[in-house]
Every structure is written in structure tokens, then in C-alpha cells.
């Protein structure tokens, strides 16, 4: 356990519903990221908040994707209009903004998300 | 960010030593090395970062020529348990998201 997590750990869905992913991080932490990973690939980055700001967007992140992360605390990432393409793990991670392990992230178990 | 080329899959035996080596030939001179560690059905983990030489933890240790074009994690001892895909990631401190650039790794199979 890393002290990130998420939920739902499972989602299945019919073509066309939207879902919304939660993402609690470490508590200190004021960096949070979120990654998607299809079967045999590695994690592709999505999303990137400093606090409550989203600093960064991936190209991936289309239009019905959105994410939020008020107050600096919990982060949600809504998935509109879902498409089978979509099937994948969402995971959320966490970090420190500095110190000497700049590229240490504490990931959570993420979500598996399948579109039918 | 730089490109990184590892071997698609290693075998081993409980006890041996395995290292795995990773081609950044284009890593610039700010960026750093990582290591994740990834089990299935969960997030990555960080295993070691460094920059020059060896660096090494409780778990790994990392060497990195001076050149810095490659790098190797050495797992000592491994066991059943290790079996896993390590990813190995290059990045800087030019990029201030610090967001992590994934391969698609290395999937290692440790065998009794």
C-alpha cells in the first residue's frame, strides 16, 4: 500500500455512459498525476495538477475527458460519452514537489475501467 | 525527452544476480535515470534514480558509464517475487511537470 488510492478498483460500462474515478494521494503531497495503461504497454501520461492547478494536459486527453482537483486535495477524472477504446487502467499518482528524487511517484492500484 | 530501448524480456533463477540494461543515447545533460517496477494488476513502483556512477539502495543498485548513453539495474539475488516488468525512464529538471515518460519495458521472469 502506498498510501494513494482510488476507486472504483473495478468499473464496467456500456458504450455511451460517462464515469467519474476518484483519487485520493498522499496527503502532503501537492503534485498529482494521472496515467493510462492498455494491456502490455506501458503507463501513458494524462494529466498533471500542482495543487488545485492543472499544469498540464496530454494530447490523449480528448474532449470527453476532464479532470478536476479542487482544494488541492482529491483528484476525479470524468470520462464522457465512453467509447470501447477507452477500456483501459487508470492509474493516479502522487509526489513531493522536490527534493532530491524528482521522478519518485507513488502510484495507486488504479482503476480498470471496461467499456462494452 | 530521450528515447530508451531496453530488452523486451529476461529469465533468471531464484538467487542469481540479473541486470538489465537500458540505451538512452540521446539523454541530455539535465536529465536523469529512473527505474520503475511494475507487478500486474498494479501502479508502478520507483525502484532507484541517478544521474552519474552507482547509486544504490536497499533493493537495487544502478551503474551508469560516464558517458551516461546507458544505463544497468542490478537486481542481486533475485527471487520468485521479482518477477515483474521494469521500466527504465529518462527525464530532467527542463521539464518542471516532472511527469513520467513510460516504455514499454522490460518483463522479467524469475524461475525456481
Known amino acids: 500500500d502506498t498510501g494513494v488510492s482510488q476507486d472504483p478498483r473495478h468499473k464496467i460500462t456500456k458504450r455511451g455512459q460517462n464515469v467519474t474515478f476518484r483519487c485520493d494521494p498522499i496527503?502532503?503531497?501537492?503534485?498529482l498525476y494521472w496515467y493510462r495503461q492498455t494491456l502490455g504497454q506501458g503507463p501513458e501520461f494524462l494529466t498533471y495538477f500542482q495543487n488545485e492547478a492543472q499544469l498540464e494536459k496530454s494530447r490523449l486527453l480528448s474532449d470527453r475527458f476532464s479532470a478536476e482537483r479542487p482544494k488541492g486535495s482529491f483528484s476525479t477524472l470524468e470520462i464522457q460519452r465512453t467509447e470501447q477504446g477507452d477500456s483501459a487502467m487508470y492509474l493516479c499518482a502522487s509526489s513531493l514537489p522536490t527534493g532530491d528524487r524528482i521522478y519518485e511517484q507513488y502510484f495507486g492500484p488504479g482503476t480498470r475501467l471496461t467499456v462494452t | 525527452l530521450a528515447k530508451t530501448t531496453q530488452p523486451i524480456s529476461m529469465d533468471s533463477y531464484e538467487g542469481q544476480e540479473v541486470n538489465i540494461t537500458c540505451s538512452h543515447n540521446n539523454i541530455a545533460t539535465n536529465d536523469y535515470i529512473t527505474w520503475y517496477q511494475q507487478f500486474p494488476s498494479q501502479g508502478p513502483r520507483f525502484i532507484i534514480q541517478?544521474?552519474?556512477t552507482k547509486v544504490t539502495n536497499e533493493v537495487a543498485s544502478l551503474f551508469i558509464p560516464a558517458d551516461r548513453k546507458s544505463s544497468t539495474l542490478s537486481l542481486p539475488r533475485v527471487s520468485l517475487s521479482d518477477t515483474a516488468v521494469y521500466y527504465c525512464?529518462?527525464?530532467?529538471?527542463?521539464?518542471?511537470?516532472?511527469?513520467?515518460?513510460f516504455g514499454s519495458g522490460t518483463r522479467l521472469l524469475v524461475r525456481p
Open positions: 496527503s502532503e503531497h501537492n503534485r
Open positions: 541517478g544521474y552519474k
Open positions: 525512464l529518462v527525464g530532467g529538471r527542463m521539464d518542471s511537470s516532472y511527469k513520467l515518460i
